[in-house]
Nanobody, 120 residues
Framework: QVQLVESGGGLVQPGGSLTLSCVASGGLFRVNAMGWHRQAPGGLRELVAVITSGGNTNYADSVKGRFTISRDSAKNTVYLQMNTVKPDDTAVYYC??????????????WGQGTPVTVSS
């Protein structure tokens, strides 16, 4: 059974930086795409950034120019580098992955989430 585990969340001051990590593991699979979503208190879950197996990236307008998504394909790991953070970035950040398990089954997986709080 493939699972996603996020890490790196915490408290950071406005204007600061933080890096999130997500590792996919637990079975025979291939990662097709990985990305990040976030959900603020009382809000909806929204796309932050995604990177495909071909290396193409997409970002939400609210984070474009400040956040960078990257990957280490050999380690099945995706990162989110968050720079110049704002209070509006406060949310629980969820890792998301589209995988093919055992060369047959297509699955869309979610991590448990890691909270990020931007505050002075």
């Amino acid at each position: 059974q493939v699972q996603l585990v996020e890490s790196g969340g915490g408290l950071v001051q406005p204007g600061g930086s933080l890096t999130l990590s997500c590792v996919a593991s637990g079975g025979l699979f291939r990662v097709n795409a990985m990305g990040w979503h976030r959900q603020a208190p009382g809000g909806l879950r929204e796309l932050v950034a995604v990177i495909t197996s071909g290396g193409n990236t997409n970002y939400a307008d609210s984070v474009k120019g400040r956040f960078t998504i990257s990957r280490d394909s050999a380690k099945n790991t995706v990162y989110l580098q968050m720079n110049t953070v704002k209070p509006d970035d406060t949310a629980v950040y969820y890792c998301n992955a589209d995988v093919t398990e055992r060369g047959i089954w297509k699955l869309n997986l979610w991590g448990q989430g890691t909270p990020v709080t931007v505050s002075s």
